[in-house]
């Protein structure tokens, strides 16, 4: 489809949400049928492994096909470290299905992570593709976190789960954002609510379930996360936020990964016909001048003006984000 408005640099931003994460396969599926296309991706966590392997080319009936082909022994190894999995099996699975750099990428991508030292947000754009998606996805306490270019890095959704300013340093200047944060507001139920001791037990190890203590400190961290994606999209909206709240669907919700897709579709689809489709979210805007062409890519921009150019870029987007290699 012809996009209207030739200078159009179009965004696409995934957040972080782990198994609720897939509700981005069904984003992308719609999009796709809308006859979407994305000039720069940027995502954190799941988002950012997703993210990753549509700006390698992968469609999303191809990451759906992936997403039901991997089991849990592909991608998780036992830890005595700082977390429950050490990530080298995660590491392999992104080495298989990826590029080693971002710069064999087919479209300008970027990663979020943190420094757990500094409490930065770092966003990576160039070099070691596989270490920056694999720590972006290290979710604390599961995964160890990753060394990469002298910093300690683990998971991006500790400090922007829904990274729009990352798109916008890309060089976006129309984003569409898919956002599966998990919801501020929930329903708390006590042990005796949820069956019997064998029921949840055995509800816990299909992880149909959590531990009344994993429950506290999941929610916990829901909780901080959805204020923070709020206050953050004050500062940096899309122009297109698809929202999915999904109460029924965790982190963890690995086995419904179907029901979850199907729930991004749909949400997906409220979306764009709000937006009045695709080519209504594209609409030009009266205070801008058709025809031009298009910005440069922001890798492009980068060889070219040097890092320091690209940090003041940064600062001026966001304070306490660090592009990898500053």
Not at 139 to 151: I, N, Q, S, T
Not at 177 to 196: C, F, I, K, N
Not at 200 to 207: G, P
Not at 270 to 296: I, K, S, T
Request: hydrophobic share 40%; with cysteine; proline share 5%.
């Amino acid at each position: 489809m012809e996009r209207p408005g030739r200078h159009l640099c179009v965004g696409l931003v995934l957040s972080g949400g782990g198994a609720r994460g897939f509700a981005h396969i069904g984003v992308l599926r719609v999009l796709e049928r809308e006859g979407a296309r994305f000039d720069v991706i940027a995502g954190t966590s799941m988002g950012a492994i997703i993210g990753a392997l549509y700006a390698a080319g992968r469609r999303a009936d191809e990451i759906h096909e992936l997403a039901a082909t991997t089991t849990w022994r592909d991608v998780v190894d036992l830890s005595l470290g700082t977390g429950v999995f050490k990530g080298e099996r995660l590491h392999a699975f992104l080495q298989e299905h990826l590029p080693a750099t971002f710069e064999e990428l087919e479209a300008p991508f970027a990663a979020v992570t943190t420094d757990i030292e500094s409490g930065e947000e770092v966003v990576h754009t160039e070099g070691d593709l596989i270490s920056a998606v694999r720590a972006s996805a290290s979710f604390p306490g599961a995964f160890d976190p990753v060394h990469l270019d002298g910093r300690t890095l683990s998971d991006g959704g500790i400090v922007n789960n829904l990274p729009v300013a990352a798109a916008l340093l890309l060089g976006a200047n129309r984003t569409i954002a898919s956002d599966v944060t998990p919801p501020r507001q929930s329903v708390y139920e006590t042990p005796e609510e949820q069956g019997s001791w064998w029921e949840r037990m055995v509800a816990t190890v299909r992880l149909e379930r959590r531990s009344p203590m994993a429950q506290m400190l999941f929610r916990a961290s829901d909780i901080m996360q959805s204020m923070l994606v709020d206050i953050r999209w004050g500062i940096h909206p899309a122009d297109l936020r698809i929202k999915m709240t999904m109460p029924e669907y965790r982190i963890e919700s690995f086995p419904a990964y179907e029901e979850i897709i199907t729930e991004g579709e749909r949400a997906a689809e409220r979306a764009l016909a709000a937006a009045g489709g695709w080519r209504g979210f594209l609409a030009v805007q009266d205070d801008e001048e058709p025809g031009q062409p298009a910005e440069p890519r922001a890798r492009d921009s980068a060889a070219a003006h040097g890092p320091r150019a690209a940090l003041s870029v940064v600062a001026k987007l966001t304070s306490g984000m660090r592009r990898q290699g500053e």
